[in-house]
């Protein structure tokens, strides 16, 4: 116990009412049709409280199927159809039917990866994962006695991938990442994983961690019909406006799909709860909504850009619901701190490497005002 590192979320100070722009979360409420849903659950099926849920969360796996093959995994670039439904923009369209066999749906997407952990890397070989990327991966490392191989970025952040797959092939192991990536918002695109798929071990699980590709990257869902060793794990917290709710899923062959399905059986079998199933149903039927909620994101997202840009910031390009970003002769934790001190929280970490940096979620427009007065003059 005493070589764990555990892992450490945004901060949610007690002290005063802050602009959060720390945590990566949706500014946005969920749609209308989960309060709806939520009301008419406890309202007309109060014993269902006092059950227990769908242990295999069939219906929810439905509606995230159903999402995805209207959406084809990227929401702010679907297509509102005049029923109020979405439709795949070209370049996202799901060559087969994402089927509910497909879908494992968990208690987040954390919980959803520690049992990817658990079912498909071995502690006997290193796991392959980028040097700067989402920090829970070395948490579940470190718990289930993993090591990891990290592969430093490029100059420019992004994924250096010849290098990750030259090492997965050498250590005939996994590999995993954020895509988009985080902390830094890049992203490769389908073209690039697919080939690093074609290289890497095909008889070991290759995980893509897509947590913000509706905010503008590219889904690896298509890439399920060659790959049958690739997982693509979700969550509800970003762009599904529900990071309250605590709902992930995994998009995979029907195989991996049953061997997490075992893990979590065996390992921790408590579903997903009856009202997070309900909610989670409700936003799946109305992609639209969130569409929208994903394209006013993005485009917060670039005006804010070009704000730092004009105000003598680097930034890293992002296709996320964030921005990292530094300022020459601006301390990153100094900065932290005077914009907190404005009443607006956004994110710095002491990692070397990027302890000069800020990495600021993109809030609604009234937000986004309030930190640039709070960032005017830094």
Request: glycine residues 6%.
């Amino acid at each position: 116990m005493q070589g764990l590192h555990p892992y450490v979320p945004g901060e949610q100070p007690r002290d005063r009412v802050y602009i959060k722009l720390n945590a990566n979360e949706n500014p946005y409420p969920p749609s209308p049709a989960v309060a709806q849903a939520v009301t008419r659950f406890v309202a007309d099926h109060p014993e269902k409280l006092a059950l227990y849920p769908d242990p295999d969360s069939y219906e929810l796996r439905g509606a995230i199927a159903d999402m995805l093959n209207q959406s084809g995994g990227v929401l702010c670039r679907a297509k509102k159809t005049q029923d109020g439904r979405c439709e795949p923009y070209f370049t996202d369209q799901i060559p087969f039917t994402v089927t509910p066999d497909m879908i494992y749906a968990g208690n987040g997407s954390d919980e959803v990866l520690s049992f990817v952990f658990y079912a498909f890397f071995d502690g006997d070989r290193p796991l392959v994962v980028p040097e700067h990327t989402y920090s829970f991966y070395p948490v579940y490392a470190g718990f289930y006695g993993i090591p990891l191989e990290k592969i430093p970025l490029n100059a420019d952040w992004t994924l250096d991938i010849q290098r990750m797959t030259i090492r997965a092939c050498e250590l005939d192991t996994s590999i995993i990442f954020a895509n988009p990536n985080a902390p830094t918002g890049r992203m490769l695109d389908r073209s690039q994983v697919r080939a690093m798929l074609s290289t890497a071990p095909g008889d070991r699980v290759f995980v893509v961690d897509e947590a913000y590709v509706d905010f503008g990257g590219e889904s690896c869902i298509p890439l399920l019909a060659e790959f049958k060793n690739l997982v693509v794990v979700r969550t509800f917290s970003k762009s599904l406006c529900g990071a309250g709710t605590r709902l992930g899923y995994m998009v995979a062959s029907p195989e991996l799909v049953q061997a997490v399905t075992t893990v979590k059986n065996s390992l921790n079998h408590f579903p997903v709860d009856a009202m997070a199933q309900q909610i989670g149903i409700a936003a799946c039927s109305d992609t639209a909504y969130y569409a929208d909620c994903a394209r006013l994101v993005a485009q917060e997202r670039k005006l804010f850009c070009r704000f730092l840009e004009e105000h003598g910031w680097d930034v890293v390009p992002s296709v996320t619901n964030f921005i990292l970003t530094k300022k020459d002769g601006v301390d990153g934790e100094e900065a932290y701190r005077r914009i907190k001190a404005e009443g607006v929280l956004v994110r710095h970490f002491n990692t070397p490497g990027i302890s000069q940096y800020l990495r600021i979620t993109v809030g609604t427009a009234q937000q986004m005002a309030a930190l640039r007065n709070a960032m005017e003059n830094l």
